[in-house]
């Protein structure tokens, strides 16, 4: 008899336990409870995009390179600091619950401290309504204001085409012409003077355009063994642009007494970098790191000077990579 007994005590419990629903105490918040500041979050947003479209226009500004947008370039990366700004405080001020706990710091081992610090965090953006809006309005900005800071990275040359810095106007062929476009003869090439040439027909503002040409007694030429007849008469043609900073060469060191003065010489006035023409266009003196590019010439049966190719190597300042190429 004392076995069914147990068997209907055991089952009138598991019943009676059936029948109660259990209670699990609810959780005591740590962050009061509050509204979301629904306007506050929409101008968070209108904040942020307003950023995102200021910095979007510093790229197409900057493309422009006029003068007259210099202002509005400064404008433009200025004012999405300042949006940018604005909305971050207004995010502090207004849409994330602050409050401030005077108490003992609790050491971050204690697994009951890390649980409150979660429960902050997860309580906190409970006032908040729109968070997948703000974080793609926070993240339109931060990526165009980043796009914008890299923007003027394009002033230091191109990363993976450097085709354009190898290029020049110059041909086989192509005349040689003074600033008013007249064509010059070798007979116009005087010894002791210094003449700037240009390529007839072709864009003078270009960094391969002009040209350093003078007159040299042939027997001084101590030009490379490949170049032996690119001076014509003991005309010589150089960049004009120096190698060292971009500078032009506009200056021609011509002894007045041999026996005792330097030998003649082309010489950039920015640094003094100084160029020896009879030994094609190797550095005499200053910080220039290569020679000037040397242009072969031709005298057509006129009595022309002409291009008899390109330069020697790439012409203008060195660079990294500057003596992987030739001129093009």
């Not at 609790?106 to 965090?121: H, L, M, S, Y």
């Not at 890299?150 to 354009?164: F, I």
């Not at 027909?201 to 032996?228: I, S």
């Not at 007045?256 to 970098?273: E, G, I, M, R």
């Amino acid at each position: 008899m004392r076995k069914p007994v147990d068997w209907i005590i055991a089952l009138f419990v598991l019943l009676l336990g059936r029948g109660r629903a259990r209670r699990v105490p609810a959780k005591r918040r740590i962050v009061a409870a509050r509204t979301p500041d629904e306007r506050a979050e929409l101008v968070v947003v209108l904040l942020f995009l307003c950023a995102a479209g200021c910095a979007i226009a510093t790229p197409f500004l900057y493309a422009f390179e006029a003068p007259a947008l210099t202002q509005l370039l400064g404008l433009s990366i200025g004012l999405a600091f300042v949006f940018f700004a604005a909305g971050l405080v207004l995010i502090g001020k207004r849409v994330v619950v602050t409050e401030e706990l005077a108490e003992p710091y609790p050491p971050p081992t204690r697994e009951v401290a890390q649980g409150e610090v979660a429960q902050i965090v997860e309580e906190s953006g409970d006032s908040v309504s729109r968070k997948g809006f703000l974080k793609l309005a926070g993240g339109a900005a931060v990526g165009s204001i980043g796009v914008a800071l890299l923007t003027p990275a394009a002033s230091l040359g191109p990363v993976l085409d450097t085709d354009p810095l190898y290029r020049t106007p110059w041909r086989r062929g192509r005349r040689l012409v003074d600033e008013n476009g007249r064509r010059y003869r070798a007979d116009d090439i005087e010894p002791k003077l210094f003449y700037t040439a240009f390529p007839e027909g072709a864009d003078r503002e270009e960094l391969g355009a002009p040209l350093v040409v003078v007159r040299l007694d042939p027997r001084d030429l101590r030009l490379p063994q490949d170049r032996a007849d690119w001076a014509p008469e003991g005309i010589v043609a150089y960049s004009k642009i120096c190698t060292h900073a971009g500078c032009a060469v506009s200056l021609y060191r011509v002894p007045t007494f041999p026996p005792v003065q330097p030998k003649p010489a082309l010489v950039c006035p920015c640094h003094y970098s100084t160029f020896d023409p009879a030994d094609g266009g190797s550095v005499l003196f200053g910080p220039a790191g290569r020679p000037l590019p040397q242009l072969p010439l031709q005298i057509d049966p006129r009595g022309g000077l002409r291009a008899a190719g390109n330069f020697s190597g790439p012409v203008g300042p060195s660079w990294w990579g500057v003596r992987m190429g030739k001129a093009k």
